[in-house]
């Protein structure tokens, strides 16, 4: 049983739930402990000790039902349906007598003896044998090993040749002559086993495979440029901002107070001693509270950067735990608030309905930051961080960079991020050099990563 | 198998225990309890609130005839009060009450050398276990027959606390500079509660077996009132109950968990109903739903859900 679960274990990695050691070991005594008998037990067992989640459980359990399904025998013609590598490893044992006794079986009942067992079995349609053979097969070939597509054509070889097909072609040669009848079923029956293996490995792709795969997709999704996405690729975008929202959570949501050691706080050190009659027995330090990042964010939701405006908003408003407060504007041609769309909607509603109100025109900066300057700058403070999205390309219409300079000196950080190469700022329309003399930073900003990383270094600013 | 059919007998044992002592466990909770018993590792417990996570170290504890020893978690909780104080009072004041007898004791001392040696002789009597308040943590590992240690809604504490509590929850054991390390008499079973406040650190969940419990099953609720509520009559329970889970389909702020289709019954019982009646419903709403708006919401639909559990009590 211990092969399995180590088997299980590297399939529930797979599957995006998060296995130390530890828990590992935990698991192991828990199953020994309540044995492999019950399958339901077995999986709440397995469901309490490594899953510590709800999203971890849920992947958690149907990677158990995937794992261990045992393949129907009664219904399925001949090694149709028996995909299934992971057996229990008693049932291995009770799979193998029976591959005894069939070879046994098929002896006795007078089969050409110089036959491979595994013609043997096909013959004898055991589809108990074959099932036990294929998950054997699959044990040599180390088919647990795989870990990406391209892998398939070759461990589905290795099985086959585990299998001994071989000797099979062989037998099917062998029997052409002698008995035309039997070569046939041997075919079609080598046929349908290649069907089976062939499923058997997309399987085992799916259940150790989807971490390797997954993170191979991530890793060129982080560095793709987001304004060039295909739409199927921006769901996947959507949960890959997800996920860098969580890291920055962690990495940023530790306490926000920090002792200031040395200075005494007399006024509660009187208060807590007060009992034995003023003596300090407890001391008590002052504190200095840490400010969480005030973040206004303004974005140009216009055709030429609407899809990058789509998810800074959708990063920042995310994490909650680390910023205090979070104001979100967008525009393009006239600029409006959009915190409370983005607040009550799923991500994909509210930017529809942003898109509906000022997407795809024209943009005009001077009028937006007029717009902006006009009803919004109170929500500016010295300790925030204004963050601007755009390309900087106004149109050749008047830039008003001086509203965006009070709007500097009164933020505590004003940062531009462009998501246009830096080669080509200050070409043709773009009034991005007249603009970065009043942002503290100014940086590229096209691909998740680059995009991560500039919210990170203004979250860190705070820390 | 010999070994399978004895831990699932066993788990119905666990179960039975939990039935005894009042309260329904689902096989997973069993499970659990009957896990945490035998690898001597907490139980983690998340859910909505009011599905009977207090509820469940309640029952454990009466079913196995131990104390329980309840902390209740809050923001600002430190080690002083969750595992041990020193009694300063009383040092105090057995300072003052010895300073008298200071002259017997160091009496033939001459030199200051002398005397400062009989003083460490003495060493630290103010600071031995009889000058140690035991708080919750230090008293659950101190009970000679064991106890239940809950540690309710620990992610209302700050992150630091959770970091405290390691110790005690992997090595049943806590470290006090002074004394030394303490260690369990009998492991104590110890069940953790979270409302999903705040995430909790990986740490901490990795000493424990995380247990959800949710909206139970309308079969187990049934049971559930059964036990709580003997007086229901069986189609008012059945209705009841199918009026709740019907009641948990909806978009509301908060939903009604397992004490408030206890309260809802019991309140029921009282009016003396027999049958769920529109006007009997929308009268006693406010007792499942606490929040003007969602009984706003559910008004229009009391009709229809009423008729449905109705309908389910004729064929279920």
Redesign the interface.
């Known amino acids: 049983m211990r092969d399995t679960l180590h088997r299980f274990f590297r399939a529930a990695r797979g599957a995006g739930v998060r296995i130390?050691p530890?828990?590992s070991i935990?698991a192991m005594?828990?199953a020994a402990?309540?044995?492999?008998?019950?399958r339901?037990?077995l999986r709440?067992?397995l469901?309490?000790?490594m899953?510590?989640?709800?999203e971890e459980?849920a992947a958690l359990a149907a990677c158990f039902d995937a794992f261990f399904t045992h393949p129907e025998f009664e219904q399925s013609p001949p090694a149709n349906d028996d995909q299934q590598d992971a057996d229990d490893a008693s049932d291995d044992e009770a799979g193998q007598d029976h591959a005894n006794a069939a070879a046994d079986a098929a002896s006795a009942a007078g089969q050409p003896a110089e036959l491979g067992a595994l013609a043997q079995m096909l013959l004898a349609q055991d589809r108990a044998a074959i099932t036990a053979a294929l998950s054997n097969a699959a044990n040599a070939a180390s088919l647990s090993n795989i870990r990406v597509f391209t892998q398939r054509g070759l461990f589905a070889s290795r099985v086959l040749e585990q299998l001994g097909i071989a000797q099979l072609r062989d037998d099917i040669d062998a029997l052409t002559a002698s008995n035309p009848a039997d070569a046939e079923r041997l075919a079609a029956g080598l046929g349908s086993l290649r069907e089976t293996v062939s499923e058997m490995v997309s399987q085992a792709l799916l259940l150790y495979g989807r971490e390797e795969t997954e993170a191979l997709r991530n890793e060129i999704l982080r560095s793709a440029p987001m304004a060039r996405l295909e739409q199927r690729q921006i769901a996947q975008m959507r949960l890959l901002i997800r996920q860098i929202a969580r890291r920055l959570r962690e990495r940023f949501s530790?306490?926000r107070k920090r002792q200031r050691r040395g200075h005494l706080d007399v006024r509660r050190t009187m208060r807590r001693n007060a009992?034995?009659g003023g003596?300090p027995?407890?001391t008590a330090w002052k504190r200095r509270d840490r400010d969480k990042p005030k973040i206004v964010a303004i974005c140009d939701v216009s055709g030429s950067v609407a899809q990058v405006s789509d998810f800074l908003p959708l990063l920042i408003h995310s994490l909650h735990?680390v910023v205090s407060d979070v104001r979100s504007f967008a525009f393009s041609g006239h600029l409006i608030e959009v915190s409370a769309l983005l607040e009550n909607n799923k991500p994909e509603e509210a930017m529809k309905q942003i898109m509906a109100s000022v997407g795809y025109g024209s943009s005009d900066y001077g009028r937006s930051l007029a717009d902006f300057e006009k009803d919004f700058m109170r929500a500016v403070t010295p300790q925030t961080t204004v963050i601007v999205l755009g390309d900087a390309r106004s149109n050749n219409l008047d830039p008003r960079a001086d509203i965006l300079r009070r709007i500097g000196e009164r933020s505590k950080r004003l940062v531009w991020l462009n998501p246009e190469n830096r080669v080509s700022w200050g070409f043709g329309d773009s009034e991005m050099p007249r603009y970065a003399t009043f942002c503290n930073v100014v940086r590229q900003c096209a691909t998740a990563q680059q995009l991560e990383r500039a919210v990170s270094d203004i979250v860190a600013t705070y820390q | 198998?010999a070994?399978?059919?004895s831990?699932?007998a066993s788990?119905e044992a666990v179960e039975r225990d939990l039935a005894s002592a009042g309260y329904i466990a689902s096989?997973?909770i069993a499970?659990?309890v009957y896990?945490a018993d035998?690898?001597e590792?907490p139980i983690l417990v998340?859910g909505p609130a009011g599905v009977g996570k207090t509820e469940l170290a309640k029952a454990i504890a009466a079913s196995r005839g131990l104390e329980m020893i309840r902390m209740q978690c809050y923001e600002g909780l430190d080690e002083a009060k969750a595992l041990y104080e020193w009694k300063?009072?009383k040092q105090?004041l057995y300072t003052q009450i010895l300073k008298d007898k200071l002259g017997e004791v160091l009496g033939d001392a001459d030199t200051l050398a002398k005397a400062l040696d009989q003083l460490h002789a003495f060493g630290d009597v103010f600071f031995s276990k009889e000058f140690v308040e035991p708080r919750p943590l230090l008293r659950a590992l101190e009970q000679p027959k064991g106890c239940v240690l809950l540690i309710d809604e620990i992610d209302k504490s700050?992150?630091?606390f959770e970091s405290l509590l390691l110790e005690i929850l992997s090595d049943f054991q806590v470290t006090i500079p002074e004394l030394g390390t303490i260690a369990a008499v009998v492991k104590p079973t110890v069940i953790l509660t979270s409302n999903g406040e705040?995430d909790l650190g990986?740490a901490l969940?990795?000493r424990c077996?995380?247990?959800?419990i949710g909206f139970p099953e309308p079969k187990l609720e049934e049971r559930i009132v059964e036990t709580r509520v003997p007086g229901v009559s069986a189609t008012l329970r059945k209705q009841l109950v199918g009026f709740v889970s019907q009641l948990r389909t909806l978009d509301l702020k908060k939903l009604p968990s397992v004490s408030e289709t206890i309260d809802w019954a019991k309140v029921l019982v009282l009016l003396g109903a027999s049958d769920l009646g529109h006007e009997m419903v929308k009268d006693t709403l406010n007792v499942l739903l606490k929040y003007e708006g969602d009984i706003e919401a559910t008004m229009p639909n009391v009709s229809t859900f009423v008729a449905q559990s109705g309908r389910q009590g004729v064929f279920g």
């Open positions: 130390s530890a828990e935990d005594r828990a402990e309540v044995g492999p008998g019950d339901a037990i709440d067992v469901l309490l000790t899953a510590k989640s709800g459980k530790k306490p009992a034995w003596v027995f407890l735990e | 198998m070994e399978s059919t831990s699932s788990i096989r997973q499970t659990a896990l035998k690898i590792k998340e300063y009072a105090l700050d992150a630091e705040r990986d969940k990795r077996l995380h247990l959800h």
